[in-house]
Antibody, heavy 118, light 109 residues
Framework: EVQLVESGGGLVQPGGSLRLSCAASGFTFSTSWMTWVRQTPGKGLEWVAN????????NYVDSLKGRFTIFRDNAKNSVYLLMNSLTVGDTAVYYC???????????WGQGTMVTVSP | QTVVTQEPSLTVSPGGTVTLTCASS?????????PNWFQQKPGQAPRALIYSTNIKHSWTPARFSGSLLGGKAALTLSGVQPEDEAEYYCLVHDGRTYVFGTGTKVSVL
């Protein structure tokens, strides 16, 4: 079965860090671009970052550059999002998705909730 | 930062037709923006419908179609069904990144 399963969300204090994981199965992960998308409660979607198949190239939305890092481990069929200096504004559901081609996010995980609160 | 704007909400009758649009603050949306369309229902992850302007996935119902219209990307729903009630988002390529549209809530009444 083709699926993505995110984990690592939870409650964190402002200024803290969190690492999200996304485990892939059912498709060839090592040849796939992967993307992180977030959705603040009751609001719209925000494209966060993507990474190329061998992990050598990453792209980030300007507003998060320097605080968030996307990386992957193809041996574990997993992609990660390291989030530092978290603020209340980072509270959201974080989804990972496969980018088949030019933003065609054809496979999505169920999402993991990150809550940043004192 | 590029802003991609969609109609906040649209209402359509069952069996009717509705067109959603997706406009970029930086100029015309073209095929080089590789516009994508996603459907999201409450409590669910988004689902891809259309990619590269007008290409459907195997699971996309035939009543959904994508196009370019007057400098915007467009998603047309023809013969709307009650289950089409959802939030719809476009996603466009912007330099080395991507930007989601603000989303359109489609109500079927």
């Amino acid at each position: 079965e083709v699926q993505l399963v995110e984990s690592g969300g939870g409650l964190v204090q402002p200024g803290g860090s969190l690492r999200l994981s996304c485990a892939a199965s059912g498709f060839t992960f090592s040849t796939s671009w992967m993307t992180w998308v977030r959705q603040t409660p009751g609001k719209g979607l925000e494209w966060v970052a993507n990474i190329d198949p061998d992990g050598s190239s990453q792209n980030y939305v300007d507003s998060l550059k320097g605080r968030f890092t996307i990386f992957r481990d193809n041996a574990k069929n997993s992609v990660y999002l390291l989030m530092n200096s978290l603020t209340v504004g980072d509270t959201a559901v974080y989804y990972c998705a496969r980018d088949l081609i030019w933003g065609d996010l054809d496979i999505w995980g169920q999402g993991t909730m990150v809550t940043v609160s004192p | 930062q590029t802003v991609v704007t969609q109609e906040p909400s649209l209402t359509v009758s069952p069996g009717g037709t509705v067109t959603l649009t997706c406009a970029s603050s930086t100029g015309a949306v073209t095929s080089a923006s590789y516009p994508n369309w996603f459907q999201q229902k409450p409590g669910q992850a988004p689902r891809a419908l259309i990619y590269s302007t007008n290409i459907k996935h195997s699971w996309t119902p035939a009543r959904f179609s994508g196009s370019l219209l007057g400098g915007k990307a467009a998603l047309t729903l023809s013969g709307v069904q009650p289950e089409d009630e959802a939030e719809y988002y476009c996603l466009v390529h912007d330099g080395r990144t991507y930007v989601f549209g603000t989303g359109t809530k489609v109500s079927v009444l």
